[in-house]
T-cell receptor, first 109, second 114 residues
Framework: GQNIDQPTEMTATEGAIVQINCTYQ??????LFWYQQHAGEAPTFLSY??LDGLEEKGRFSSFLSRSKGYSYLLLKELQMKDSASYLC??????????WGAGTKLIIKP | DADVTQTPRNRITKTGKRIMLECSQT?????MYWYRQDPGLGLRLIYY???????NKGEISDGYSVSRQAQAKFSLSLESAIPNQTALYFC?????????????FGEGSRLTVL
């Protein structure tokens, strides 16, 4: 079966750096997405990786290793507004998105 | 105004009732989707449509039906609601001309079936 694993919850301190991991087992691979979802709101797109390596976008970076079935989202200079759930999703060989359950990130002052 | 609008935002209903959730978009996208989100689970695809004449079942289509009335409108119906359909429902769109396949979500419709 297809599976996306990510930690259920993480806690970090304002101003620090946090890395949220995602491992996947899917039927084929056509890209990996990270979305941010604040409580009670819609998910919003953060990043897309289809090739191995690091993609940097401001305070957020996303890394992909296709051979290891692994990605991480790196958040730097954490702000209180970064408190949210972070959803990892993989597009399989049929171009269907398989979603992880999300990682709830709690930022403490 | 939001680019992807869902109505109603919240609905409480009773078992056996027919419910329709509506979605409209101003993004001009051909592709539209309905997902449900439950605590502790990933988003699960109910139905998707790549254009007005193209409707496809997703992972969990049983108990649901859809209608694509126009490019901009995609409705989800629960013919006879049951308590385990209590969930947060999201409509989403995507632009098939973009390689990334980024989804744009509506604000969600929270449905409670008693």
């Amino acid at each position: 079966g297809q599976n996306i694993d990510q930690p259920t919850e993480m806690t970090a301190t304002e101003g620090a750096i946090v890395q949220i991991n995602c491992t996947y087992q899917t039927s084929g691979f056509n890209g990996l997405f990270w979305y941010q979802q604040h409580a009670g709101e819609a998910p919003t797109f953060l990043s897309y990786n289809v090739l191995d390596g690091l993609e940097e976008k401001g305070r957020f970076s996303s890394f992909l290793s296709r051979s290891k079935g692994y990605s991480y989202l790196l958040l730097k200079e954490l702000q209180m507004k970064d408190s949210a759930s972070y959803l990892c999703a993989v597009m399989d060989s049929n171009y269907q998105l398989i979603w992880g359950a999300g990682t709830k990130l709690i930022i403490k002052p | 105004d939001a680019d992807v609008t869902q109505t109603p935002r919240n609905r409480i209903t009773k078992t056996g009732k027919r419910i329709m959730l509506e979605c409209s978009q101003t993004k001009g996208h051909d592709r539209m989707y309905w997902y449900r989100q439950d605590p502790g689970l990933g988003l699960r695809l109910i139905y998707y449509s790549f254009d007005v004449k193209d409707i496809n079942k997703g992972e969990i289509s049983d108990g649901y039906s859809v209608s694509r009335q126009a490019q901009a409108k995609f409705s989800l119906s629960l013919e006879s609601a049951i308590p385990n359909q209590t969930a947060l429902y999201f409509c989403a769109t995507s632009d098939d001309s973009r390689d990334t396949g980024e989804l744009f979500f509506g604000e969600g419709s929270r449905l409670t079936v008693l």
